[in-house]
């Protein structure tokens, strides 16, 4: 079958764009301390580029909303892709053309933060308008490639930087630049559908009206919080807890957990047909509670970094879960169901790693205190499942 024919080149397109998302998330921060020592760029600046790239992407997935559906899924996941491309090559070189190098890392940020959120928004939608009759494990399988993603810069990277030196990191980022580059050439070809007609779709004030997409905005932002609060604090825990290096802290933290939340996407990706979605969130739910329990109360740190790699296990599931009912429970949702659930999502994002590090310092620098409070996002995760489900049952007769 021809590729312009053949939707399974356009989830592997979808799974191919979730690996460069996560470039352009993971890259940069393994290079804070070399832009520190060769820049001069202070901790405070450097905190203010992580908050460039992820207010962009709220505010692209925001806007995207409006815009997506007016110049079409092709051209926009191609500009995205084209976007992080070019973020990325501009690493290597404006910095060093501009006056000041923070300018010019803040205008590359921006170039493929909006590139991100464009992808972000953009790859559920086509994966789930593709003909298939198993799209929640599409959409699972789909989350799953960003873990892998993350893995893969990680690892890498770290490989590249032991033998090259990581004074060589402009041309890894060049090297990495070219994964979307290529991919944007390859959704040149392949076969994109619409998950509903323009003209059918609900607005974004019919959205608003719905009692459901409230419920579902709750399921994101909890779901966001809980993955991103315990992942940004992973390797902060490794360290602190085992007292190992950094390299060695990021492969046992964020690495550790991303391969377990991989896992437990693949898992489900695999077995979808056979285990309902509902409960395997509300499960999923509980075991979250349970990691973040371990990982703030136990005096031994191995079991600290267990609650951390447990805590990727459960929340595997619940980002594109709370799509997958989405997509099911407002099937005429469009795009802009899909735009603002990614903003919930990513507000979710900001919420959980904020409210963590406020309650740590509230409590004197206590980070297991502030992970304590994080079990609040898992709590309110569950009582958001069991309200759906319940709308759900009521509205079907039946359950997810």
């Not at 007609?197 to 609900?202: G, I």
């Amino acid at each position: 079958m021809s590729i312009r024919n053949n939707f399974s080149h356009t989830i592997n397109a979808c799974y191919l764009a979730s690996i460069s998302q996560a470039a352009i998330v993971n890259y940069l921060p393994l290079l804070f301390l070399t832009l520190q020592k060769d820049y001069g760029i202070s901790f405070e600046q450097i905190s203010l580029l992580v908050t460039v790239n992820f207010g962009i992407q709220l505010l692209t997935d925001l806007i995207s909303a409006k815009f997506v559906d007016k110049i079409g899924y092709r051209a926009a996941v191609m500009s995205a892709h084209i976007l992080c491309s070019l973020g990325l090559v501009g690493l290597a070189f404006v910095p060093d053309i501009l006056p000041s190098p923070y300018i010019g890392f803040c205008l590359c940020v921006a170039v493929y933060a909006v590139g991100g959120g464009l992808l972000e928004v953009i790859t559920s939608p086509i994966v789930e308008a593709c003909p298939s009759d198993k799209k929640d494990a599409a959409m699972s399988m789909l989350h799953s490639f960003y873990c892998w993603g993350c893995v893969l810069v990680i690892v890498a990277s770290t490989i590249f930087f032991s033998v090259f030196g990581i004074e060589n990191w402009k041309i890894l980022a060049c090297v990495w630049a070219l994964l979307p580059l290529a991919n944007c050439i390859y959704f040149a070809f392949v076969p994109i559908n619409r998950t509903v007609e323009q003209e059918k779709a609900m607005s974004i004030a019919d959205l608003f009206k719905n009692k459901v997409f409230w419920v579902l905005c709750l399921l994101m932002v909890c779901s966001g919080a809980s993955e991103l609060g315990m992942s940004q604090w992973a390797s902060a825990f490794a360290e602190a807890g085992l007292g190992v290096s950094k390299t060695v802290g990021d492969l046992a933290g964020p690495c550790a957990f991303a391969i377990l939340m991989g896992l437990a996407r693949l898992f489900y990706g695999k077995f979808s047909e056979k285990i309902r979605l509902g409960s395997f969130m509300f499960l999923s739910s509980v075991l979250c509670i349970f990691s973040y329990l371990l990982a703030s109360l136990s005096s031994n740190p191995i079991l600290g970094l267990m609650g951390c790699g447990l805590c990727g296990l459960s929340v595997g599931i619940m980002w594109p879960g709370s799509i997958s009912m989405g997509a099911k429970a407002l099937p005429t949702g469009g795009t802009a169901l899909f735009a603002l659930l990614a903003l919930a999502g990513d507000v979710g994002c900001s919420i959980g790693p904020a409210a963590i590090g406020i309650v740590s310092e509230i409590r004197g620098e206590n980070l297991k205190a502030g992970i304590l409070a994080g079990i609040i996002f898992p709590i309110v995760l569950i009582v958001g499942i069991i309200i759906c489900l319940r709308m759900w049952k009521k509205k079907t007769g039946e359950r997810i």
